[in-house]
Nanobody, 124 residues
Framework: QVQLVESGGGLVPAGGSLRLSCVVS????????MGWFRQAPGKEREFVAT????????YHADSVKGRFTISRDNAKNAVYLQMNSLKAEDTAVYYC?????????????????WGQGTQVTVSS
């Protein structure tokens, strides 16, 4: 059974920073790409960032490029999302997800396991 557990969300003022973490159970973490998505109230889930199995390829949504950074530590079965210069429009539930393979993807249908989500609220 694969489980993903996110942590690190919270309430932060605009301009502040947060670091989200996602720990994945299982021994084959390093074989899969990982991604972060988010969903704001009344909106569809949207892509935030993705990283390949070895960290060699990363992609970030245009809306977060230059402010957010995805990274991973395969020794710890963990993926991270460093979020700087947060804006009110970044307020959402953030989900980490495990890819179906090693390659990165920006579409949610290429991910098969999801965490429960962690709330990020940015006050303006």
């Amino acid at each position: 059974q694969v489980q993903l557990v996110e942590s690190g969300g919270g309430l932060v003022p605009a301009g502040g920073s947060l670091r989200l973490s996602c720990v994945v159970s299982g021994r084959t973490f390093s074989s899969y790409a990982m991604g972060w998505f988010r969903q704001a109230p009344g909106k569809e889930r949207e892509f935030v960032a993705t990283i390949s199995w070895n960290g060699g390829r990363v992609y970030h949504a245009d809306s977060v490029k230059g402010r957010f950074t995805i990274s991973r530590d395969n020794a710890k079965n963990a993926v991270y999302l460093q979020m700087n210069s947060l804006k009110a429009e970044d307020t959402a539930v953030y989900y980490c997800a495990r890819g179906k393979g090693t390659l990165v993807s920006m579409t949610s249908d290429r991910y098969d396991y999801w965490g429960q989500g962690t709330q990020v609220t940015v006050s303006s």
